[in-house]
C-alpha cells in the first residue's frame, strides 16, 4: 500500500506555470499517474509515468505543456505545467497503479492509491 501527498497547488495567472508535487510514503514502486476534476466534470487523466521514470504518457491537452517526473531516490513525482490555461482549472489528483501499462489513456479505475488532491485555479 502507499500514501500519497500532493502540494504545490494555487491561483495562478493564464499563461503562468505552477508545479504539483507528490510525496509517496510506504510501498513506492508502481506506475504514477496525475488526474484532474473540475466541478461537476468527471474525473480525467492528465499523464502518467512508469516506475522507472523512463516511460510517459500524456492526455492530448497536456502535450507540450505539461511535464511529468519523478524522484525515485525522494519518493516524489512532480507535474510541470505550463502556460496554464482557464480550462485547467480543477483539483489535481496524484495516483498510483499496479495495472496499468502505459500503453493506452487509462482510467480511474486502474489506478488503486489516491491522494487527497491540490487545487489549481487559473485566472484571466
Known amino acids: 500500500q502507499v500514501q500519497l501527498v500532493e502540494s504545490g497547488g494555487g491561483l495562478v495567472q493564464a499563461g503562468d506555470s505552477l508545479r504539483l508535487s507528490c510525496a509517496a510514503s510506504?510501498?513506492?514502486?508502481?506506475?504514477m499517474g496525475w488526474f484532474r476534476q473540475a466541478p461537476g466534470k468527471e474525473r480525467e487523466f492528465v499523464a502518467g509515468?512508469?516506475?522507472?521514470?523512463?516511460?510517459?504518457y500524456y492526455a492530448e491537452f497536456g502535450k507540450g505543456r505539461f511535464t511529468i517526473s519523478r524522484d525515485n531516490a525522494k519518493n516524489t513525482m512532480f507535474l510541470q505545467m505550463n502556460s496554464l490555461k482557464l480550462e485547467d482549472t480543477a483539483a489535481y489528483y496524484c495516483a498510483a497503479s499496479s495495472l496499468w501499462a502505459i500503453v493506452t489513456t487509462p482510467s480511474a479505475a486502474d489506478f488503486g492509491s489516491w491522494g487527497q488532491g491540490t487545487q489549481v485555479t487559473v485566472s484571466s
Open positions: 510506504g510501498q513506492t514502486l508502481y506506475t
Open positions: 509515468i512508469s516506475r522507472s521514470g523512463g516511460s510517459t
